[in-house]
């Protein structure tokens, strides 16, 4: 399929949310705190450049609790459509646009032009929160150890209360795809 069938295919952001089980009151809340920055200049940058964005994601993601409302703020103010595509439901996309080129790490930000061409790839992290993401993971105990999966857990849930809870992560991700959307 090409890109622009996978965005037909896409769900409204609405659709998406309401349709949430897992992470929708987090994600919310940040969408409803997170405030753009005053960037005029970059807002109508990015609006002269029509584009659609294409975002592979799953409720349970706290990776895309961060991320997707950091991007509906941008696209609402830029003007540009925005469709949520399930990972799980589309591995045929998602294999397209693996991590390392083996893990379906989401969300994945696919933009994409008027005629549906690529023209530019954000996710699934910040490199910031990339390297947050790895230090933790640092301390972690070896995988054979007794308690390794109980401070996994322990681990992933301080990591979304503080996606949730530090908006300096919010500002880490708007300036990360800012980044992206200037070089397109």
């Excluded at 409803?32 to 294409?54: G, H, Y």
């Excluded at 993601?61 to 103010?77: F, T």
């Excluded at 994945?108 to 790895?134: C, L, M, S």
């Amino acid at each position: 399929m090409s890109l622009n069938e996978w965005y037909e295919k896409g769900l409204d952001p609405d659709e998406y949310i309401e349709a949430m089980k897992v992470n929708k009151e987090d994600l919310l809340y940040i969408y409803d705190n997170f405030s753009l920055p005053a960037d005029e200049a970059f807002f109508e940058e990015v609006k002269s450049k029509n584009l659609r964005a294409i975002i592979l994601t799953e409720d349970w993601c706290g990776d895309a609790m961060l991320n997707m409302p950091v991007l509906l703020k941008i696209s609402e103010a830029v003007n540009m459509p925005v469709k949520a595509v399930l990972r799980d439901d589309n591995l045929e996309l998602m294999d397209q646009y693996l991590t390392n080129g083996t893990a379906r790490s989401i969300p994945i930000i696919i933009f994409i032009d008027t005629e549906g061409n690529e023209v530019g790839k954000w996710g699934p992290r910040a490199a910031k929160i990339q390297a947050y993401i790895d230090e933790s993971r640092q301390q972690l105990p070896p995988k054979d150890a007794d308690d390794f999966q109980e401070k996994q857990k322990q681990m992933h849930r301080f990591i979304s209360k503080s996606y949730r809870d530090n908006q300096d992560n919010w500002t880490i991700v708007y300036e990360s795809m800012k980044e992206t959307l200037k070089a397109i």
